[in-house]
């Protein structure tokens, strides 16, 4: 695992972090009657990753609603591209792509071609995607004259030293992390499914599902759960990871399945996220919960959603206070979005037999698609 603190050591990756000029320039409280505020956006994954589309179309709404963009066609357009300019906004992307790619050599030349983009471009504003965009490019950025805003750090964001207290961060960098929903979760499935006694947690092993785990274990401690937790597998082997899967099925009522997207075959290759679903869903008979929408999108039961789209919709309202209205992220409070819809996907119901007809008063909103096997 790479070392905290945006692993200083990657080669080449700070040589343009403290040379960055100083992109607020003419101070961040330039309004958009001086021109069009130049921002960065970097996300940790890749624009096909489902949390990532949801992330980025929050930001996008944010940026409609806020003025930055003049209409519809310009919000999808944001959502769809790597630039964008308006007369109020100047807008670039860079993506991580650590989900396939996360091995030190891969996050090391991302942090230095991404940092070596940021410098070209002089944003006024840098807006960090995730986790590895939040430790690696933030860390570069800090105590530099470049506002930073990050979204969807699971766990508290102190443990990549980018602010020194939640409520007054104390430095350049502020933004959103995630809670996590993961006890209401459950609360879901114990009312859909009365007779769970028992469940397991599924991962993969990343800097996204080690948070998760830690909550669900502290949580199963200290009595608050519906169900018993019986125990847990977090690997990146993914016969390791279907094994375990199956031995779980058969012992517990219920699974909470968290990241399955850093899975690799016995090659070393690379698994697809909806691959890994897709045999999941073909083999795995008891119901889940999980903490995100992608998941639910993906095919799995339900989640009390953690909501991407909140996560970048809030980062881009706190970035607009920093743009606009002159405040200091210092100053800002780390914030965590309200919790998203009680979601279920009804095609998994139907699989597993469960009846929503009389739950619907639970629910939220139904998902009738399930990306994983190729429905939507």
């Not at 012992?251 to 679903?277: E, I, P, S």
């Not at 008891?286 to 639910?296: G, K, L, R, T, W």
């Not at 100053?331 to 095609?347: I, Q, S």
């Not at 009389?358 to 429905?375: C, K, N």
Request: with cysteine; glycine share 8%; net charge neutral.
């Amino acid at each position: 695992m790479l070392p905290r603190r945006g692993a200083l050591a990657l080669a080449g990756a700070c040589i343009a972090a403290r040379a960055l000029p100083a992109a607020a320039e003419h101070g961040p409280a330039r309004t958009h009657r001086d021109g069009p505020r130049r921002i960065f956006i970097v996300d940790s994954y890749d624009r096909g990753y489902i949390w990532s589309q949801q992330t980025q179309r929050g930001v996008a709404a944010a940026m409609r609603r806020l003025g930055y963009l003049h209409s519809e066609d310009e919000e999808r357009r944001l959502e769809q591209a790597d630039a964008l300019e308006t007369s109020h906004v100047s807008i670039r992307k860079a993506w991580m792509d650590t989900k396939r790619r996360n091995g030190r050599t891969d996050i090391a030349r991302a942090t230095a071609r991404i940092m070596a983009e940021i410098q070209a471009y002089r944003p006024h504003l840098v807006m960090l995607g995730d986790d590895n965009a939040a430790n690696f490019i933030g860390n570069q950025l800090l105590d530099t004259q470049i506002p930073a805003v990050f979204w969807g750090v699971n766990g508290l964001p102190l443990k990549y030293g980018l602010v020194q207290r939640i409520d007054a961060p104390g430095r350049n960098v502020t933004g959103v992390w995630q809670s996590g929903y993961h006890k209401e979760s459950l609360d879901l499935l114990k009312k859909l499914v009365p007779g769970a006694q028992t469940f397991a947690i599924l991962a993969c092993d990343s800097e996204t599902t080690r948070p998760s785990i830690k909550m669900l274990e502290e949580l199963a401690a200290r009595g608050t759960l519906p169900l018993r937790l019986v125990g847990k597998v977090a690997t990146n082997s993914y016969a390791l990871w279907k094994e375990r899967a199956l031995d779980f099925a058969s012992r517990v009522d219920a699974m909470f399945v968290l990241n399955h997207d850093t899975l690799r075959d016995d090659d070393g290759g690379h698994v697809d996220m909806l691959a890994a679903g897709r045999w999941y869903l073909e083999n795995i008979r008891i119901p889940e919960a999980s903490q995100e929408d992608q998941f639910v999108l993906e095919g799995m039961l339900l989640t009390a959603n953690d909501s991407g789209f909140n996560q970048g919709h809030l980062a881009f309202e706190m970035a607009h206070d920093i743009l606009h209205k002159g405040l200091s992220p210092a100053r800002m409070a780390v914030r965590t979005p309200e919790r998203g819809p009680y979601m279920v996907n009804r095609n998994r119901a139907t699989q597993l037999g469960i009846d929503l007809e009389d739950a619907m008063y639970l629910i939220d909103e139904i998902v009738d698609t399930s990306r994983a096997l190729g429905d939507g």
